[in-house]
């Protein structure tokens, strides 16, 4: 049975896509059928990191969404398109999937305005599933919570919080972690992310477990070098010995570990 | 699951008035053991009736009958997976955003 995995935030520009996209790869590089679904629908970004733009990216989720295609055809083979970036040339025959949102402004228009059935979201998720005999899926959500986050939420085995250390991402965690918990997730992380290096990560963690109740899978540096790639790579597989990479692997290995 | 607790889910059940579908807004207002039960169904992605009776801790018989409440507020759905009936949690939300038709009417 596949491990499903969300990632969330409670505001926005916490780097979750970026994490996603992280996370999964390195689970993906580790011999796991792995995908992940952007179901940030209102401002899709994750497949910039895959090296996907709306020519290359070729069915969305929209349009399964409005039936028009099945939830497979969506499915893109990253292992089999690694473009020219010389981190995600690691993930090069390996079964890893993208489902992306659609990046055209008509299309995200058209879904804003016509909505559409959460529920088969949940259904094409559960067909992703068992169509690609999937290990892990990964659900990159849409910030705060609305219907889908929150069902996302609910049907994960392992929900992954992202924060900053910043006071308005302290109290927004508070409301995403209340809710977590309502929804009864077996497996709840925070993740923190761009803290100060002056700053010991050790006690950052102490810091944030003790207000949440809740283990932090890794704290993770704000680095430069990360905002230097612009979105262009996969950080971790580019950089493996950067602190921010390693930091980032004992997030994966917390997942690795709730299955 | 006590029978005392199991009681109270079948009246918190009976009691509820009929929906097409679930919310998971919907979901987080109910009360502990329904909403329990319903997100346990909702991550097993359809149970067979003698799942949900052990999950219950209850007989067979007396988890078909909760079953068939829950069919009828429209909760749940029953369906055929390899052959076997399952049930499942109806989740539904066609849902879009109060954006005045002119301010559409310039976007697309």
């Known amino acids: 049975m596949a491990v499903i995995v969300s990632i969330h935030s409670f505001r926005g520009g916490t780097g979750k896509s970026n994490l996603t996209a992280n996370l999964a790869s390195q689970i993906a590089v580790s011999g796991k059928r792995v995908a992940i679904i952007d179901t940030d629908i209102q401002s899709p970004g994750i497949h910039v990191l895959f090296g996907l733009n709306e020519e290359k990216m070729g069915r969305t989720l929209n349009e399964f969404l409005r039936s028009e295609c099945s939830i497979e055809d969506v499915a893109f083979d990253i292992g089999e398109h690694i473009g020219d970036a010389p981190g995600r040339k690691s993930l090069a025959g390996k079964a890893f999937w993208l489902v992306p949102s659609s990046i055209n402004s008509g299309e995200i228009s058209r879904i804003l305005r016509d909505g559409y059935d959460v529920g088969k979201l949940n259904e094409g998720m559960n067909r992703l599933i068992k169509g690609l005999k999937l290990d892990y899926l990964f659900i990159d959500t849409h910030p705060g919570l609305n219907e889908e986050t929150l069902l996302s939420i609910a049907i994960s085995d392992v929900l992954l919080v992202v924060m900053r250390p910043d006071q308005q991402d302290f109290q927004g965690t508070a409301v995403t972690v209340d809710i977590a918990r309502g929804l009864d997730v077996p497996n709840l992380f925070l993740l923190v992310n761009k803290a100060l290096t002056r700053y010991d990560p050790n006690q950052i963690r102490e810091h944030v477990e003790g207000i949440f109740q ?46 | 699951m006590d029978n005392e607790a199991f009681n109270t889910l079948k009246r918190d059940v009976e009691s509820m008035t009929e929906v097409e579908g679930l919310t998971m807004t919907d979901l987080l207002t109910f009360p502990d053991d329904l909403r329990l039960l319903l997100n346990w169904m909702m991550r097993e992605n359809g149970v067979q009736i003698e799942e949900m009776a052990s999950y219950l801790a209850q007989e067979v018989n007396e988890a078909r009958m909760l079953l068939e409440k829950m069919i009828e507020k429209g ?29 559409w009417q310039v976007i697309e």
């Not at chain 1, 890794?218 to 971790?236: K, N, Y």
């Not at chain 2, 055929?80 to 049930?87: D, I, T």
């Open chain 1, 214 to 259: 809740a283990p932090v899978a890794c704290v993770l540096p704000l680095t430069e070098d990360m905002a230097d790639m612009g979105s262009a790579d996969i950080f971790s597989l580019r950089y493996p010995d950067h602190p921010w990479s390693k930091s980032l692997r004992e997030a994966a290995q917390a997942v690795l570990n709730a299955a």
């Open chain 2, 75 to 103: 909760l749940i759905e029953e369906i055929k997976k390899k052959e076997e009936e399952q049930y499942q949690v109806l989740v539904k939300s066609s849902r879009n955003y109060r954006v005045p038709k002119k301010i």
